[in-house]
């Protein structure tokens, strides 16, 4: 258990290092080195059957749909596992708010012709709201399968939650809704918050369990 949680804050820091590296390279005018190739690369090489799967993933996930989805999740949470795991997805959905609140980086969306162009507050923007978004609310839910669905059944629910969210990072791309730094900047600054959830998800129970009111109010 040590070394798990030495590789876990290991990680963190590791992703946070290079999160706040490829945020201050992102800051110069222009797409970075290779940008242009792998988003003309995705595009044209990305099947067209997901292009159902990428629509509803936009409807889901947008600024006015997102809230209601997540409240959606938080509840399934509650009704499937207790009010303990849904309030450990609250606390995860509660990270994601920070990108709604400003851009890190003044970066616009790809155009069709993959060139640059002016940037306009809430369209586009580093980083990806999307991806911060399927990080740590999809990866959270990985996590409470895997720690409520015993057997098989957790370990592929937990696999797909997790090919969704691959799935959901790639399809910003290949769609031309950002560029790749916008998304892996997503995943590198999301990945420290999702951490640390799962660092409190198996300590918060035991630190509360003294509480007969915290521990009620929980259901821990």
């Known amino acids: 258990m040590p070394d798990r949680s030495r590789l876990g804050w290991t990680a963190a820091a590791v992703s946070t290092c290079l999160g706040v590296a490829l945020t201050l390279a ?31 993933l936009d409807a889901l996930l947008t600024d006015l749909a997102a809230p209601a989805v997540f409240a959606l ?32 980086v003044e970066r616009p969306r790809p155009t069709p012709t993959l060139r640059w162009s002016g940037y306009s507050f809430g369209s586009g923007g580093y980083p990806s709201g999307h991806a ?14 895997r720690r409520h669905i015993p057997g098989p059944t957790g370990r592929r629910m937990a696999a797909a939650l997790w ?29 420290p918050a999702l951490l640390a959830v799962v660092w409190l998800e198996a300590r918060c129970a035991r630190w509360l369990a003294g509480s007969r009111r915290l521990s009620r109010l929980l259901g821990i």
């Not at 609250?90 to 709604?100: I, P």
């Open 26 to 56: 992102v800051r110069s005018d222009g797409p970075l080195p290779g940008e242009v190739g792998l988003v003309r690369w995705a595009h044209d090489h990305t099947p067209g059957l997901l292009d159902p799967v990428a629509g509803l």
């Open 73 to 104: 999740l938080v509840a399934l949470a509650w009704w499937s596992w207790g009010r303990y795991p849904a309030a450990v997805l609250a606390l995860a959905g509660a990270a994601t708010g920070l990108t709604r609140i400003a851009d890190l």
């Open 132 to 145: 911060v978004f399927v990080v740590l609310v999809f990866g959270t839910l990985a996590l409470l399968a």
């Open 163 to 191: 090919t969704l969210v691959a799935l959901a990072c790639w399809l910003r791309v290949s769609r031309l809704e950002h560029w790749p730094a916008d998304v892996l900047g997503g995943v590198l600054l999301a990945l």
